[in-house]
């Protein structure tokens, strides 16, 4: 198998990150449940976390030395603190809901519908 | 068998394919609790991958602080709503093949360009050895160490990087490397005839630790080897951006906890 | 090892690494599951005297130590029981990310001087995340249980693993600054020589800094006097109430393995890891003369040597818990979470800043007496080669011809100082830049 003896290269880890991304986008259009919304906001920072990290190592692209290096790594840090701050008030509203609405389904969040 | 195996390509495949496949059970379960646990093993797989690539630091962050402390207070807020009902709500057919339309035409997007780019594909192969004469037609990368554990952080002796260690908080290790070349010159000559050659991905860069708290705190000590002073204006630290984000934190919890307390409970629409 | 393998026996490479492995794992994963076997005993024993009763004595002669293999026998025989409302894949894969997670850190911690399975940099950092880990096995069991005692009990054991991480990270940083690495073979290797090298003395902060990382690594396995979550006087048997047989087995592996890691961790970060009160294996490799940078069978007698002086401590730390269990009554949930937040916390919070202070402000070359402080020259730890799989004696003729290579194709990369002088400099003049 091609892929098993060769080393791998940035496309394989861009292609698992576009997985991810594209099942974050796809889990925050779909899903009824709050939390599963949530859920697919995790999925979408995750995506671009392996993007950035793929990007900061120098080893796996042949076409010289751009990488982003220790930025991305940090970037990358970043982002893994700042999902955990989104997802904390995220949370917060979604109990803040639930208490109030008795339910945590995103279709019944339609007292503003015109 | 007639190639090696190169086992990072294996761990990719493996970390990478798990990460995926439960990304996806993520998207077609309608069962929250279920979501969630796929979830968590997506996630702990990408810290699998952060590791392959190289980013030591980064996936123990991800372990830490994504899966052991975002995606427990994620399954808290699951349990304590899903009762009864609210544990599958499935979504209608319509909406179902609308995203499907959506996330295709944005991994269709994404997967070309990624592909498309001919150097992205993989490092450059084969690289000669020149020290042990090998012939340069040698093709697949070295096979290393075989760790049927999980993460794969330092497959590279640690102690020959010493020379690249900035400021080497460990000790000092000159001799230790010195010793350690020693060893691999005399190792070489009986050894290369019989060992496969080819490139192997460095790993020696896996040591970022350091790195990073460096340039947490102050001094970029990556890029020491930048000459002229144009591109050191960009090379900032981060303390900035590290301050900011703490007081963000403290804000955002003290928000949360605030907007997440217990109130009287109100009836529905009141 | 898998060089000697694929080249002596003569089997392919791909096999010769695949039966090094099967054989390393085999030698990691069994040595904990038989001590933690080991551990049950001792507890049983320990509490029995402690109880002024014999504790076992039948099976195997006068002290029982065969109880644990009929106790082992009972619960992998039993009845394979499931509640008929619970989640099936949640409820059977439950114990099998606890006793995963308590294991997993097996991997990075390592046992003699040079042998880890995996010598890592963040050794530290990627011990405390996965210690995090084991909190998912317990909330997936109280829920997938669907019975209102587990429900509790995991959702209180959660909340209190949880809330002791913050502690317990702030109480490991502190010998992480004395030592200024993460990695616990560097860790440990600084305190080699006298005890007085140990970082439990290195200074007062650090001294009450091990009391405190006790208390919280004590809390974070779930154990008295903090255990209420399987407290049978409370809730039936909290989270593992549905569990028996080969299940509840690996809960409990999965319990007395983290015992035995916190406390290897413990005695790496405080008590020197596998150095001695007295340097006996620096004196055994100097009469014998060992070379510590050529690996010889004398050295790896002189590292076993190391290594039992290493499993000897962390198990002091087991017995220490055990004693304490059935000496301190239990805490109720609220007195756990004061104790977290209102004593551990804050007292790790000043220590950090105190040991801070020390090391980098007051006392930054040490007391006259220590030889462990930052940048002095130690002699060298030398990984051996035996149980620390690196790429091969090969692998470095690969790096040193990769390297010229590599050099000069990066340049923006994240270690390219060009010389030890520019990064002496280089705090001076970012701090200006």
């Not at chain 3, 409990?252 to 008590?271: K, N, R």
Request: proline share 5%; with cysteine; aromatic share 10%.
């Amino acid at each position: 198998m091609n892929l098993l003896t060769e080393p791998v290269g940035l496309t394989h880890y861009l292609l698992v990150g576009a997985v991810l991304f594209v099942c974050g986008i796809v889990c925050m259009a779909v899903k009824r449940n709050a939390l599963g919304v949530l859920m697919g906001i995790e999925l979408v920072l995750n995506g671009a976390n392996v993007n950035f990290v793929a990007f900061a190592n120098g080893n796996l692209r042949s076409d010289g030395p751009w990488t982003l290096g220790l930025d991305g790594h940090l970037i990358a840090l970043f982002v893994i603190v700042l999902a955990a701050a989104e997802a904390a008030v995220a949370l917060a509203i979604t109990l803040n809901f639930y208490n109030n609405h008795s339910t945590v389904d995103v279709d019944r969040a339609d007292e503003l519908h015109g | 068998m007639n190639d090696p195996i190169n086992w990072q390509s294996f761990y990719f495949l493996l970390f990478g394919l798990v990460a995926c496949v439960f990304a996806l059970a993520v998207v077609l379960s309608s069962n929250i609790v279920r979501m969630a646990f796929y979830l968590i093993l997506s996630l702990g797989s990408t810290a699998g991958l952060f590791f392959l690539a190289g980013a030591d630091f980064v996936g123990s962050m991800q372990l830490l602080i994504y899966v052991g402390g975002t995606l427990v207070l994620l399954v808290f807020g699951v349990m304590l709503t899903a009762q009864g009902p609210f544990v599958s709500l499935k979504t209608r057919g319509g909406e179902w093949i609308l995203a499907a339309i959506v996330g295709g035409a944005l991994f269709a997007v994404l997967a070309q360009r990624a592909v498309s780019i001919r150097d992205w594909r993989g490092p450059e192969m084969p690289v000669t050895i020149a020290a042990a004469g090998e012939a340069p037609a040698e093709e697949a990368a070295k096979p290393d160490a075989a760790k049927p554990d999980a993460a794969k952080p330092d497959a590279a002796k640690p102690d020959d990087t010493v020379e690249s260690e900035p400021f080497d908080p460990d000790g000092t290790r000159a001799d230790e490397a010195r010793a350690e070349e020693a060893r691999a010159n005399k190792a070489a000559e009986t050894t290369a005839s019989t060992h496969p050659a080819g490139r192997h991905v460095d790993m020696r860069d896996t040591r970022t630790a350091t790195s990073i708290g460096m340039a947490l705190s102050g001094p970029r000590v990556d890029s020491l080897g930048e000459p002229g002073a144009a591109p050191r204006a960009g090379m900032s630290s981060y303390l900035l951006p590290f301050e900011i984000v703490s007081v963000h934190l403290l804000v955002v919890l003290i928000g949360a906890a605030y907007l997440a307390r217990t109130k009287k409970r109100l009836k529905a629409d009141a | 090892m898998a060089q000697f393998f694929a080249e002596s026996v003569g089997l392919p490479w791909a096999v010769a690494y695949l039966v090094t492995g099967l054989i390393q794992c085999a030698l990691l994963i069994v040595v904990p599951l038989v001590g933690a076997m080991a551990f049950v005993w001792m507890e049983r024993k320990i509490s029995a005297r402690i109880q002024d009763r014999l504790g076992p004595t039948r099976c195997g002669g006068k002290f029982g130590w065969l109880q644990l293999l009929a106790d082992g026998l009972k619960l992998i025989t039993k009845e394979d029981l499931r509640p008929s409302d619970a989640d099936a894949m949640l409820f059977r894969l439950a114990p099998y990310i606890s006793f995963t997670a308590s294991f997993v850190v097996l991997l990075a911690l390592p046992f003699a001087s040079g042998w880890a399975a995996q010598q890592m940099n963040v050794a530290v950092f990627f011990i405390l995340a996965v210690l995090g880990l084991e909190v998912f096995g317990v909330i997936l069991a109280g829920y997938s249980s669907a019975s209102k005692w587990s429900l509790f009990g995991a959702m209180r054991e959660a909340a209190q693993v949880v809330s002791y991480e913050v502690p317990l990270g702030l109480c490991v940083v502190v010998p992480v600054l004395v030592a200024g690495s993460m990695d616990l073979v560097v860790i440990a290797d600084m305190q080699r020589g006298l005890f007085t090298n140990w970082f439990l003395f290195h200074d007062p902060f650090t001294f009450i800094t091990f009391f405190v990382f006790f208390t919280c690594a004590t809390a974070s396995v779930n154990r008295a006097p903090f255990d209420l979550a399987e407290a049978e006087s409370e809730l039936v048997a909290g989270f593992h109430t549905e569990y028996s047989g080969f299940r509840w087995l690996a809960f409990f592996m999965a319990e007395y393995g983290s015992m035995f890691t916190v406390s290897a961790l413990g005695a790496i970060l405080f008590f020197g890891g596998w150095n001695g009160p007295i340097p006996i294996v620096d004196g055994l490799a100097s009469l014998f003369g060992i070379d510590r940078a050529e690996p010889s069978f004398g050295l790896w007698l002189v590292k076993l040597l190391g290594l039992l002086n290493f499993v000897f401590k962390a198990v002091l730390g087991v017995t220490l818990m055990i004693w304490v269990r059935w000496t301190l009554p239990r805490l109720r949930i609220d007195q756990v979470m004061k104790t977290c937040l209102k004593y551990c916390t804050p007292i790790a919070a000043v220590m950090f800043v105190g040991a801070a202070l020390w090391t980098g402000v007051w006392f930054p070359s040490g007391m006259p007496w220590q030889t462990n402080v930052l940048g002095t020259i130690h002699e060298p730890a030398q990984p051996a080669p035996m149980l620390v799989e690196g790429p091969g004696p090969a692998a470095p003729v690969v790096e040193k011809a990769a390297e010229p290579a590599a050099r000069t194709a990066r340049t923006t990369d994240l270690h390219e100082p060009t010389s030890r002088d520019a990064v002496q400099h280089a705090p001076v003049q970012s701090g200006g830049a």
